[in-house]
């Protein structure tokens, strides 16, 4: 298995741009998170879907912060207009919902760092 | 709401030696699993060791072992041997169990140096 794809790796933009970060959960994996990795906030969940749908987005920072979920194989988090406080490390992860009785831990991409000049 | 924290934001251990990093936890839930996840400098999220809160032994991998104090809430990760390898920054994690909703919240990390 190829495991949590993320894209692009890195980003580089300029403020009030638009930034579309990409997810391919694993195949299989029915829940995904997006998270936020900052020096001063630590790991943030920002939202996280089942079943493709969303569950919680209350960690979703503002409405300049969007996420889809279209299919079980494909996620976005998108920020429009971008501002240089949104620099950071961004990660997907996926994980199996519980699946007669089996719980499974979540599966972390490589992430994505943004920076936003 | 569940929080999770850890008090060591940075600690540092010899190589071959033993090291223990800390984590408590506040929730009032009583199905749940307990995470310790490594980042390494590549930024990898790596999951090290699990522990469901049903179980009453503690979850062991190799050298990671852990104390799971279910009454006072507390899950520290336990190193032994410690390898140059395992230098990275060490996450302690919470997701509850069952029904709709398996947010999976972190701590703040500790950076955990292993010195020659």
């Known amino acids: 298995d190829a495991g949590v794809i993320q894209s692009p790796r890195h980003e580089v933009t300029e403020m009030g741009q638009e930034v579309t970060l990409r997810c391919k959960p694993i195949?299989?994996?029915?829940?995904l998170f997006w998270y936020r990795q900052t020096m001063m906030r630590g790991l943030e969940l920002l939202i996280y879907f089942n079943n493709n749908v969303p569950i919680d987005d209350s960690g979703m920072p503002e409405d300049r912060f969007s996420a889809k979920m279209p299919n079980a194989s494909f996620s976005t988090l998108k920020i429009q207009p971008s501002e240089p406080r949104d620099s950071a490390v961004y990660f997907c992860a996926s994980r199996r919902l519980r699946d007669r009785g089996i719980n499974t831990e979540a599966f972390f991409g490589q992430g994505t760092r943004l920076t936003v000049v | 709401a569940q929080t999770v924290t850890q008090s060591q934001p940075e600690m540092s251990v010899q190589e071959a030696e033993t090291v223990t990093l800390s984590c408590t936890y506040d929730?009032?839930?009583?199905?749940?699993?307990l995470f310790w996840y490594k980042q390494p400098p590549s930024r990898q999220m790596i999951l090290v060791i699990r522990q469901e809160a049903y179980k009453q032994q503690n979850a062991t991998e190799n050298r990671f072992s852990v104390n799971f104090q279910k009454a006072a809430k507390s899950f520290s990760l336990k190193i032994s041997d410690s390898q140059l390898g395992d230098t990275a920054m060490y996450f302690c994690a919470f997701m509850k169990t069952g029904g709709a909703t398996n947010k999976l919240i972190f701590g703040t990390g500790t950076l955990l140096a292993v010195q020659p």
């Open positions: 195949s299989g994996h029915n829940s």
């Open positions: 929730t009032s839930e009583n199905n749940y699993y």
